[in-house]
C-alpha cells in the first residue's frame, strides 16, 4: 500500500478546504462504516479531522487493506468520477469528521476555485500510481521493504502509525507472524518501538533507507526475443 502526501503532488496541505467551508461535516464515531463495496457511489468525502481505512473484501470474508487516510485527504473518488460501483469500503479508524462532497457541491467549487480541477487530475492520477505499487511490492519487494514502506508512508506528523499488525499484513500481503518478526526486528535496531495497535517511528531516515531496495533494470526480466536488436549494448528502460 502506498499514500501520497500532498508534498509529493505539490499540492498546498489546505487545498481541499474549500469543500468543509460550504458544508457541515458529518461526525461519526470509530468503527462506523462510510461506504461499502459495491454500492452506488453519489459522493466522496473530504477527511476534516480522524483517520480512514480502505478496504477490499473477497466473497470468503478475506480482507486487504488499500490505504489509510490522514485529515485533510479525500478518499471515495474514484467511484464517484466513473460512476460504477464502489470497489472497496471505507470504515473510521478514530473518530472523524466527513465532508460528503456531491456533483453540485463539486461543480460550485471547481467554478469558484478553478485550480482545484488540475488539483483534482493529480489526486485521480495518485489512485493509478497507488495501484501499480501495490503490484509492484507484492511481485517485487521482499518483506521487509513491505514493512518499512507502509510504515513510513502512513505515519501521521508525530511519526505513529496507529494499525494493527493484522491490517499491516492485510495490506502488505505478507502473514501477521511475518510481521510481528519484523516488526520486533525494527524494534531492536531502534528504528521504531512497539505500542498497544500502535508503531511510533523512532529513526525515520533509518527507516527511510531499507526502502531504498533496487529493482534490476526491467529489461532484465523480458524474454530475448522481445528485445529491440541493437548493435551495442542497450538497455531498453533508457531513454
Known amino acids: 500500500m502506498d499514500q501520497l502526501h500532498h508534498m509529493e503532488l505539490n499540492l498546498p496541505p489546505d487545498i481541499w478546504r474549500p469543500f468543509a467551508q460550504q458544508r457541515w461535516a458529518i461526525r461519526c464515531p470509530a468503527g462506523y462504516l462510510i461506504y461499502l463495496q459495491n454500492t452506488a457511489a453519489t459522493c466522496f468525502y473530504y477527511l476534516k479531522s480522524g483517520q480512514v481505512k480502505s478496504f477490499i473484501q473477497s466473497p470468503d470474508g478475506g480482507e486487504r487493506v488499500l490505504n489509510l487516510y490522514q485529515a485533510g485527504s479525500l478518499f471515495g473518488e474514484a467511484s464517484f468520477f466513473d460512476e460504477l460501483p464502489r470497489v472497496s469500503s471505507a470504515v473510521a479508524m478514530t473518530p472523524c469528521e466527513l465532508v460528503p462532497i456531491d456533483r453540485e457541491l463539486l461543480s460550485r ?61 492485510a495490506a502488505i500481503s505478507v502473514s501477521r507472524v511475518t510481521v510481528s ?37 526491467p529489461s532484465a526480466r523480458l524474454s530475448p526475443a522481445l528485445l529491440p536488436v541493437s548493435p551495442l549494448p542497450f538497455c531498453p528502460c533508457l531513454p
Open 181 to 217: 518478526r519484523i516488526l520486533n526486528q525494527l524494534a531492536r535496531e531502534g528504528l521504531i518501538s512497539l505500542g498497544y495497535r500502535s508503531v511510533q517511528i523512532l529513526d525515520r531516515p533509518g527507516l527511510e533507507a531499507l526502502c531504498e531496495w533496487p529493482l534490476p533494470c
Open 109 to 169: 467549487e471547481f467554478a469558484a476555485h478553478p485550480e482545484l480541477a488540475l488539483a483534482m487530475m493529480k489526486y485521480l492520477a495518485r489512485t493509478v500510481r497507488l495501484l501499480s505499487d501495490q503490484v509492484d511490492q507484492m511481485a517485487f519487494r521482499p518483506a521487509r521493504w513491505r514493512v518499512a514502506r507502509f510504515l513510513t508512508v502512513n505515519a501521521d506528523g508525530n511519526g505513529q502509525v496507529s494499525c494493527p499488525q493484522e491490517e499491516i499484513a
